[in-house]
């Protein structure tokens, strides 16, 4: 099969991947599964893959190179193991971005992201930038009649990342109240919509490109700003005295130092990009109570309720379409923000 494949890590991007020709793979275990993938979103994520910001959690031996990108993943049942019952060859599906064990605490829990002896196709296994892929039935939901893979592939990984915060969010979060989402990327658009559907908060979006601004507006947030250097004050201006929620989907290039600075005493800034690191005087949280959570990937039952929501056209996907021969092209594009929303990449 024809696969995208990584192999060195270059901080600065200056390598490409590698289209390929290489063996198919197989099922080993009962409950295994290959589908035959329909799209597969490209994600800031793979950028840090490819710079290396993971190498030392995902590949700490330094033996996984080189192997196929892709975590955001949707298509069609290829094979089934033995074990498994609850789907069938040729059932279009979304995967849940975690191949889990299911009897780890975790597991029992219901967190996904948890699983002490999960495998994690397109971070630490081979994953999606290909023709077919490994997961396990643990992590497909059959998608909806009216549903096609190309059209929510993204919603594996970004989309529950997303729609988790905003449901944290949400319970914080009067009809009234200021919510600013901070990024109208790939993330922060699914999150902007999950908001509204969730609660009556007032949705403030920040993002530097026009192309972000005017989809926040067509997504229907109640105000879009530039993020200028002024930001923290027009803010403050806007909300009388700071939101009481700030999403932060950048997490670097100082948009993790002002977005706490943005919030109102006893708000909270949910971290979900990453790159920087946040620093905040001890005596300002005590004054003001506000509080810092992080946010991880959502689990399986937050991807079934994103996907009803998604059926149902409240929560859509903005994407531009790139063949698997023009992946290189998209990650270029990504890295430049010349995509509006997200990219999706189709064998």
Partial sequence: MRAARLHEYDEHLNVQLQLEDVPLPKITKPGEVIVRIGAAGLCRTDLHI???????????????????????????????????????????????PLRSCGVCLGCRRGEDMYCEHGSFPGLNCDGGFAEYMLTNERALIKLNPNVAPVDVAPLADAGI????????????????QYCVILGVG???HIALQSVR??????????????????????LGAHYVLDGSDTIVQEVKELTHGGAHVVIDFVGELGA?????????????????????????????????????EGSLVGN?????????????????LHGQQYR???????????????????AVIVP
């Fill in 324 to 342: 698997l021969d023009q992946i290189n092209q998209a990650i270029d594009d990504f890295k430049n923000r010349r995509i509006a929303g997200r």
């Fill in 256 to 292: 993790e130092q002002v977005s706490w600075q943005m919030l109102r005493q006893g708000g909270t800034h949910f971290v979900v990009g990453y790159g920087g690191a946040v620093h905040v005087p001890t005596v300002h949280m005590i004054i003001t109570e506000i509080a810092i």
């Fill in 50 to 96: 490819i710079e290396g910001v993971w190498k030392d959690i995902q590949d700490p031996q330094r033996t996984l190179l080189p192997y196929i990108l892709g975590h955001e993943n949707a298509g069609w049942v290829e094979e089934v193991g033995p074990g498994v019952t609850s789907v069938k060859v040729g059932d279009p599906v979304i995967c849940h």
């Fill in 186 to 188: 790939g993330l922060g």
């Fill in 197 to 218: 559907e969730l609660c009556g908060a007032r949705i403030i979006a920040i993002d530097r490109s026009e192309a972000a601004r005017q989809l926040a507006r067509n």
């Fill in 161 to 176: 990342t997303a729609y988790r915060v905003a449901k944290k969010a949400a319970r914080k979060l009067n009809p009234g």
């Fill in 300 to 316: 399986y039952v937050e991807l079934v309720e994103l996907m009803e929501l998604n059926a149902e056209g409240r929560v859509k």
